[in-house]
């Protein structure tokens, strides 16, 4: 007995017919979703308007993201006791945060004990620090400590405009080939269009004004990550994270540069959609991690579920919650989650044809002013 035998194929039509009779509406236009103030989606979707989406790398047999929190150099020069539980618990990425570059005996300090090639390191570096310096600086204890720091792996979020990155950007392929340096973000706001829109002008004025100094567009794909803080919609979490991928991959073509990368996203869970509940604040962090993680983010970081930093209560939360999407749900087995569905393929594909639509027009308007 086979199934497609014993039912019988329901047409588009009969779906249409018996949801608006179901729902007592006479169009599904009325119970449209809202993406943007340019576009809406409507809530049902079938087959045969299907949009088959491919992710850059979507061969990958893996969809793996790191667990990172955060850290603050000044508490771990005085003690990394804190880092070194983190990462025996199944820490894999610690973010640490610098306000001035660590002289060397505050390296070692910072990273007693921890064994770099095991970890990702990734750095946010304050407006005072020279990113130039700080490469050295950094490179310089790997050296000392006997690590090779062509294989050690992570970030530096220094926040430095384009005119700035050379020779930083030459310094970190050079010395720090598995880093990557300019990160992107993918702005916080309402208008989820129009974030992607603005990210993909940074890229595009990066590009440009990385070429003028000599500097390729290959090279800055090479250092490229981007940033995105998870908000409470779980559809436009995962369509966004796929779009930006697609959308970077073309900006590169137009460059000439026409081979495909996984581009990672690192995201955080959003303090901003917290109430005063903690528990509460639990389920809406598992429900915008799992979002990012069906999009294909490489690190994962998630806030404390109370106000303030993490208490070591909340900081454990956060590391069990990806190890229960990891070894219970085994999200990190199943590349490119979504593929296939219907209404998430279809809401990538518009997020995408929109947001390069918008990308065209400020790229246009900005030639003319």
Avoid at 57 to 63: K, L
Avoid at 126 to 131: F, Y
């Amino acid at each position: 007995m086979e199934l497609k035998n014993e039912f019988k194929p329901v047409s588009k039509q009969d779906w249409e017919a018996k949801l608006k009779a179901e729902l007592k509406t006479k169009s599904l236009e009325d119970i449209s979703w809202e993406i943007s103030p340019d576009l809406r989606m409507d809530p049902v979707q079938f087959k045969e308007d299907l949009v088959k989406i491919q992710l850059p790398f979507s061969s990958n047999d893996s969809n793996d993201w790191l667990i990172s929190a955060d850290f603050k150099a000044k508490s771990l020069i005085k003690s990394n006791k804190p880092l070194i539980k983190s990462l025996l618990l199944g820490l894999q990425a610690p973010t640490i945060t610098f306000l001035k570059t660590p002289k060397q005996a505050e390296w070692k300090n910072i990273f007693m004990d921890v064994h770099l090639n095991f970890i990702e390191s990734h750095f946010v570096l304050g407006k005072e620090v020279k990113v130039n310096t700080f490469i050295k600086s950094f490179h310089k204890f790997l050296i000392k400590v006997g690590a090779n720091p062509k294989k050690i792996k992570g970030s530096i979020d220094c926040m430095q405009e384009p005119k700035n990155y050379n020779p930083a950007l030459d310094m970190v392929c050079e010395l720090l080939p598995k880093f990557k340096l300019i990160g992107i973000s993918l702005e916080h706001k309402k208008d989820e269009i129009n974030n992607l829109a603005i990210a993909l002008s940074k890229l595009e004025e990066i590009i440009y004004k990385a070429k003028t100094i000599g500097i390729s567009p290959s090279k800055v794909r090479k250092v490229l990550f981007f940033k995105s803080e998870l908000s409470d919609n779980f559809f436009m979490n995962t369509a966004k994270i796929r779009a930006i991928k697609i959308l970077a991959q073309n900006v590169f073509e137009a460059y000439g540069i026409r081979s495909e990368y996984d581009y990672p996203v690192y995201a955080s869970t959003s303090k901003k959609s917290y109430g005063d509940d903690q528990h509460q604040n639990m389920i809406r962090s598992s429900i915008q991690a799992i979002a990012g993680i069906n999009g294909g983010i490489k690190r994962l970081n998630i806030s404390s579920t109370k106000k303030g930093a993490h208490s070591k209560f909340t900081a454990r939360v956060a590391r069990n919650l990806s190890h229960l999407l990891k070894m219970e749900s085994q999200m990190h087995l199943v590349n490119d989650p979504v593929a296939g569905s219907y209404f998430m393929d279809n809401l990538c594909n518009e997020v995408i044809e929109a947001a390069w639509q918008k990308f065209i027009e400020k790229t246009e308007k900005g030639s003319k002013t």
